[in-house]
């Protein structure tokens, strides 16, 4: 198997974490998943990793959320419960001490997990009527804070979850999901970084940092903005899935 060289060739990472930004950003993503899988293979320590994703995360999904925003998209009765139960639990997971071998099992199974769900995502033909779209709410709190525990402890913004669930529960329609979800990960990454920063995480390389901050601002700004028109969301999704698993079984073959 093929890994990248210790972070020595951060041109390299650039461009690979601008396309990772430009085609999530496409579909209401961070991209935090695949930016963990490249930086687990790269041999940095797993708290950088971790800090890394999620400040990358951020970065991406203060451009959809912003969007979202401007076209109307949220409705604060409804994401209300998954932002509120993500955000605490988001920040605990952070500062759960896991050791770096037990961390990279974690973050494989994870993004095998995520694969899955991605694939299977059904395909809502036809919006919810208003009233159905309503119902049943209790379960948004559950699932808003087990998926915000599991980001905080791996370090993506939970997107990537929620998301499938929700097409999976016929939640509602299918831009209030983009727009709910891209919310809910922005929430859960402010969250768990401030709980990585709250447990001592704090030795990264600023010049690596900011590179890839640029980089994903860049991506993500384009991908939210134009390649809608260029790219199919089925697609995308399932071509990310197939990476995803691909970085998923990798990360498990090497630590386990």
């Known amino acids: 198997m093929v890994y990248l060289r210790p972070m020595s060739d951060t041109t390299l990472l650039f461009f690979i974490f601008f396309t990772i930004a430009l085609v999530y950003s496409s579909v209401g993503f961070g991209g935090g998943s695949s930016y963990l899988a490249v930086l687990a293979l790269s ?22 959320t912003t969007l979202f925003r401007r076209s109307d998209w949220w409705d604060g009765r409804k994401y209300l419960p998954f932002v509120a ?3 605490p639990m988001a920040f605990l997971g952070a500062m759960i001490p ?14 095998l997990l995520a694969a ?8 809502l033909k036809q919006e919810l009527p208003e009233a159905e779209s309503r119902k049943k709410r209790t379960t948004d709190w559950i699932s808003g804070g087990a ?20 097409f ?24 768990g970084l401030a709980g990585q920063l709250a ?18 601002t860049l991506g993500g700004q384009i991908g939210t903005r134009s390649s809608l028109r260029w790219f199919s969301p089925l697609w995308v999704r ?3 899935a197939l990476l995803v698993c691909l970085a998923g079984s990798e990360v498990l073959w090497k630590y386990l």
């Open 238 to 240: 399932r071509i990310t």
């Open 85 to 87: 139960a993500g955000m």
């Open 199 to 216: 447990s001592g995480a704090t030795n990264f390389d600023p010049f690596r940092l900011v590179t890839l901050i640029a980089a994903v």
């Open 147 to 166: 998926i915000g525990l599991l980001s905080g402890m791996v370090g993506i913004g939970g997107g990537i979850f929620l998301s499938p669930l929700l």
């Open 43 to 64: 041999g940095l320590p797993f708290a950088e990793v971790r800090l890394t994703a999620m400040t990358c995360n951020i970065a991406v999904v203060l451009g959809n």
């Open 116 to 123: 899955l769900l991605l694939w299977f995502q059904p395909v």
């Open 98 to 111: 896991l050791r770096e071998k037990n961390f990279f099992i974690l973050l494989g199974g994870t993004l």
């Open 168 to 191: 999976f529960l016929r939640w509602d329609k299918a831009k209030h999901i983009a727009a709910t979800a891209s919310l809910y990960i922005l929430a859960n990454s402010v969250a």
